[in-house]
């Protein structure tokens, strides 16, 4: 759904989307078709490219939540140890940002309504946000 195959053409634009500390980063790419892509680049990742914005930072939300993970290895469905390790609102965040995910694909998995769904994943980005505030004041907890 939101996830697309990673790369883009040679005959792309790019620009940055949004820039994180330590290196990390969202980049619209725009393709000769016209089309936008969102591709998240972290230092050890081997990066993804989402079809719109709003994936691509929630992924990089949930990088920011486990303190960084590599999808390498993992194959079509798996999922990174370190995000099942987070716990269930991480994984949930993790879900939705996959092309097969969503917040009702979520609920339905786990049994729960939507907006049980919506509150994991508001969860997962507020701790990245303080996880990121913290690197930037120097004291991350």
Same mark, same amino acid.
């Given at each position: 759904?939101?996830?697309?195959?990673?790369?883009?053409?040679?005959?792309? $634009?790019?620009?940055?989307?949004?820039? @994180?500390?330590?290196?990390?980063?969202?980049?619209?790419?725009? $393709?000769?078709?016209?089309?936008? %892509? @969102? =591709? +998240?680049?972290?230092?050890?990742?081997? !990066?993804? $490219?989402?079809?719109?914005?709003?994936?691509a930072?929630?992924?990089?939300?949930?990088? +920011?939540?486990?303190?960084?993970?590599?999808e390498?290895?993992?194959?079509?469905?798996?999922?990174?140890?370190?995000?099942?390790?987070?716990?269930r609102?991480?994984?949930? %965040? @993790?879900?939705?940002?996959?092309?097969?995910?969503?917040v009702?694909?979520v %609920?339905? /998995? /786990? !049994?729960?309504?939507?907006?049980?769904?919506k509150? @994991?994943?508001? =969860?997962?980005?507020?701790?990245?946000?303080?996880?990121?505030? !913290?690197?930037?004041?120097?004291?991350?907890?």
């Amino acid at each position: 759904m939101s996830r697309s195959p990673n790369g883009t053409t040679d005959d792309s $634009t790019e620009r940055i989307h949004r820039e @994180y500390v330590l290196d990390v980063r969202i980049v619209e790419v725009t $393709t000769a078709a016209g089309d936008a %892509a @969102y =591709r +998240f680049e972290a230092p050890h990742h081997d !990066g993804c $490219t989402f079809t719109d914005a709003e994936t691509a930072e929630l992924y990089a939300d949930v990088y +920011f939540d486990v303190n960084g993970f590599d999808e390498q290895g993992v194959g079509e469905r798996g999922v990174p140890p370190e995000i099942i390790q987070a716990g269930r609102d991480t994984l949930a %965040a @993790y879900f939705v940002t996959q092309h097969y995910g969503d917040v009702e694909w979520v %609920a339905s /998995y /786990y !049994g729960h309504k939507p907006e049980r769904a919506k509150r @994991y994943v508001e =969860r997962v980005r507020k701790r990245a946000q303080k996880i990121r505030d !913290g690197v930037r004041n120097g004291a991350a907890d």
